[in-house]
């Protein structure tokens, strides 16, 4: 998640720098095809224009309202998550009177936040230095991992190894079924992010405002063209690009959970659930919090 901004036009230019140079084509096109070849009847009126950027306006901006709402409720399910984790480490600890059955479930369930983060980045959690860490304090064996690779979903695989070590516990129905009830909250939280992320958004709103863009990018220069000649390129480029933008920021909240610099910080909320819970245990080598980088990106 980009937390400061240290970006620069330059680098926004060098990032579209393919629309860019479209856009100035065009807006040269029309100079060329106006003052230089003097046909003057390429003009065509500005109500034209205007009509199809106010469409395109429309466009852009319900797509990118839409994708950050989908930003928005992948932040609600992590906040979710913040707190059931909180409230899983309370419950375990009041409930359960053996100390090393409570510390391995919530190592378990750290490894389980760890697990869910990398899936939903699409990464290997075998080889992340989080996962690997957390394998190591639960001693957990190679037959141990080897099952857990072999899972469907590792991710319930680990919530039932947990409910499953705390069901051997001497615990009362009602308390057996709260915590039950606070691990169908995880289970809900990582149905609700897999939703997401597996789920894109209609291919049509890309499609449209990226056809409609390239249309006015063409027929906005020749609507201005005799009143600003070759003032009309660096315009064509601003207008256009604007929307530009707009679509792209669409583009990037559609998938939260990726690794653009305006994704969700997974990998910070992931790791400050580690250490609310781990200090609730009494540990006291926890892992550093996740700091924002050189360029002002919280991952």
Known sequence: MLVNSNGSMVRILAWQWRSVTLYMLLGGLAVFVHDILGQHQARIPSSGPAVLGAALGIFASFRTSAAYARWWEGRQ????????????????????????????VVTR??????VLRCQLRDDD????????????????????????????????????ESLLALTKAPLEPLKLQSLESTVATF?????????????????????????????????????????????????????????????????ILEDPFNHFYNSLPVTSLSVNIERNLRQRLGDADLPDAVAVDANGVLW
Request: proline share 4%; aromatic share 12%; glycine share 6%.
């Open 109 to 114: 369930h750290v490894l389980y936040v760890h």
């Open 125 to 160: 959690p075998w080889v992340d230095a989080h996962v690997q860490r957390l394998l190591g304090r639960l001693g957990a064996d190679e037959a141990w991992v080897t099952r857990a690779r072999q899972q469907t979903s590792v991710l319930h695989w680990l919530a039932h």
């Open 77 to 104: 399910l992590w906040g979710r998550l913040v707190n059931a984790s909180r409230l899983f480490v309370s419950q375990c600890q009041a409930y359960v009177p053996d100390a090393d059955v409570v510390r391995t």
């Open 187 to 251: 289970l809900d939280v990582q149905g609700g992010c897999e939703r997401i992320k597996r789920t894109p958004m209609p291919r049509g709103y890309g499609f449209f405002v990226s056809r409609l863009l390239i249309l006015f990018a063409a027929l906005f220069p020749f609507s201005l063209v005799e009143t600003l000649s070759w003032a009309v390129v660096p315009l064509n480029l601003v207008v256009c690009l604007g929307f530009q933008l707009i679509s792209e920021t669409g583009r």
